[in-house]
């Protein structure tokens, strides 16, 4: 058995080039899981009134590329149609905003030079009517020594308590490996997937559970922010989840 089609798959990474008036396009290099864009909250913020707060995310689903839209206001387009999930296909066009961008797969070693830490240069003189990246993902390394994240959790028996985890993205579930939520029945194996940012913003949604997720009582549907004050419930335990950033000088702070 080859294993040619992996190893090619593993050798290619997606790139965005943000078209800028006058300019050359600014390149952007995407994750190889999930990369969410939006005008305040986000892997990838745009500065652009017409964006949403979180507006859409790419994602890597077995090795193609799909673009959600996260209910924007004013949409996201592939082609200039209007698309909830779209599959992505090379050189695509996708607009967001008065944002448009050109979806490429490219070959891993042509895409090194491009910095996962990025803030785009603003000409003044364009700044009033251009859309601008202000700044893209930082590195993987950086936030897991930066990051760390509290799960508050009261459980359906009344006991509670607080689980410290330092991965970007896990599982709230019946096959966790942290908590007691093996002991409700209400609750699926991969019940809620998190999904915390380089920026320290933090993401949930639902895996398709027998009962469903809630924020707050209303019924998770796609992939949505949460901040600490939000109560995230699941079978018959109650969360809060917070992020804590870890400043250089060895304090703690929290987002």
């Known amino acids: 058995m080859t294993k040619d089609k992996p190893d090619q798959a593993r050798q ?35 500065s ?21 839209d996260m209910n924007s206001t004013n949409g996201t387009f592939v082609n200039e149609q209007r698309i909830v999930k779209s599959k992505l296909a090379n050189n695509d066009q996708i607009r967001i905003g008065k944002t448009t961008m050109r979806f490429a797969i490219e070959d891993e070693r042509r895409t090194r030079h491009i910095a996962t830490q990025y803030k785009a240069a603003v000409n003044p003189t364009d ?15 950086r936030q ?15 006991r509670s308590e607080d689980i410290s985890l330092r991965q970007k993205q896990f599982f709230i579930g019946r096959a966790a490996h942290f908590g007691r939520f093996e002991a409700d029945p209400e609750i699926s194996r991969k019940h809620l997937l998190v999904k915390v940012n380089d920026t320290g913003d933090v993401f949930v949604e639902d895996q398709g559970s027998m009962n469903g997720s809630f924020i707050n009582g209303k019924k998770i549907t796609s992939l949505q922010p949460v901040t600490g004050r939000d109560v995230i419930t699941v079978g018959a335990c109650r969360i809060r989840i917070s992020v804590h950033i870890k400043a250089e000088s060895g304090g703690d702070g929290e987002t």
């Open 12 to 46: 290619n990474r997606a790139v965005l080039y943000v078209a800028r008036d006058g300019l050359q396009p600014e390149a952007i290099k995407l994750r190889r899981d999930a990369t969410i864009f939006g005008r305040d909250k986000g892997d990838v913020i745009i």
């Open 144 to 158: 897991t020594q930066s990051h760390f994240i509290i799960l508050q959790v009261t459980y359906g028996d009344g």
């Open 127 to 141: 700044e009033a009517k251009s859309s601008m990246v202000d700044s893209l993902i930082e590195s993987e390394l």
């Open 48 to 68: 652009d009134a017409e964006v949403s707060s979180t507006h859409c995310q790419i994602q890597d689903i077995g090795g193609q590329y799909h673009i959600f």
